[in-house]
């Protein structure tokens, strides 16, 4: 990511460094060298060099789109979302985006997103479900492709009955992997929920990649059903899960 946000003035760096050595032999060198003459020019090039390539830097980075955690997402990017899914799994396990838009208008906390500009290189799916959804989540026989708002449950509401948490999506694209990303949009995710996190009791995961599965792996849950659309469940206990989230370092992979 270093490099390819700084490639332009790490090549007029390096450039800018070769020639200003090769300036400093050509006058100092040989039977008429004048070697304070070379040391003065060597000076006076990497000065220009570090200064040209610094302004090079900051020019590029104000007309280049930065990656941040979007303010407020639109149906738009609910449709980038499933074109990055549909790079993974098939659109029977993709939930509409019209659909997933929905859940977001009604509940914003429901979608954590990251963009590179205006365009969405990563997300997360977390809130609570209905416990005969989560059920049904939980013996195999439920799809969240076909999940619509009325099985969302409004975590303000009924203060004293428990919720049950489904993380319904996590997807990062390959080049902003490794960055930490992924648990950073967790975090988020989670913080969400600290007002309601001791009625949060279980959380389950409906995994179509080997991909999704090896993340549930590292963040702690464990599998409980094959479903009946071949993806691979996992649970755990919610405060299990937000220890891992706040325990998570570094991950060689984010899914």
């Not at 659109?91 to 906390?109: G, K, V």
């Not at 993380?167 to 992997?177: K, N």
């Not at 479903?227 to 989230?245: N, P």
Request: glycine content about 6%; aromatic content about 10%; some cysteine.
């Amino acid at each position: 990511m270093f490099w390819q946000a700084n490639k332009s003035s790490i090549m007029v760096l390096l450039l800018g460094v070769v020639a200003a050595f090769t300036a400093y032999f050509i006058i100092g060198s040989g039977k008429n060298g004048n070697i304070e003459l070379a040391k003065q020019v060597l000076a006076t090039s990497l000065c220009v060099v570090l200064f040209a390539a610094a302004l090079l830097s900051f020019i590029l980075a104000k007309k280049s789109p930065t990656l941040r955690i979007a303010d407020e997402l639109t149906e738009q990017h609910f449709e980038q979302m499933a074109a990055l899914e549909a790079q993974y799994y098939g659109e029977d396990n993709i939930t509409p985006p019209a659909e997933a838009y929905r859940w977001y208008q009604r509940y914003p906390a429901t979608t954590i997103a990251a963009v590179m500009g205006e365009q969405i290189v990563a997300f997360v799916n977390l809130f609570p479900v209905k416990a005969d959804i989560y059920e049904a989540l939980r013996n195999g026989s439920f799809n969240d492709h076909t999940l619509t708002l009325d099985g969302l449950v409004d975590p303000q509401a009924a203060p004293e009955e428990p919720l049950h948490m489904f993380l319904c999506c996590v997807l990062t694209e390959p080049a902003y992997r490794g960055l930490g990303l992924t648990r950073h949009l967790l975090s988020l995710a989670i913080e969400h929920y600290e007002p309601v996190q001791h009625r949060c009791q279980r959380i389950i995961t409906d995994n179509v990649t080997p991909e999704g599965a090896e993340f549930s792996r590292r963040y702690g849950f464990e599998q409980v059903q094959t479903s009946s659309h071949d993806s691979l469940i996992f649970e755990q206990d919610y405060a299990s899960f937000v220890s891992h989230v706040h325990g998570a370092r570094q991950m060689e992979v984010d899914s």
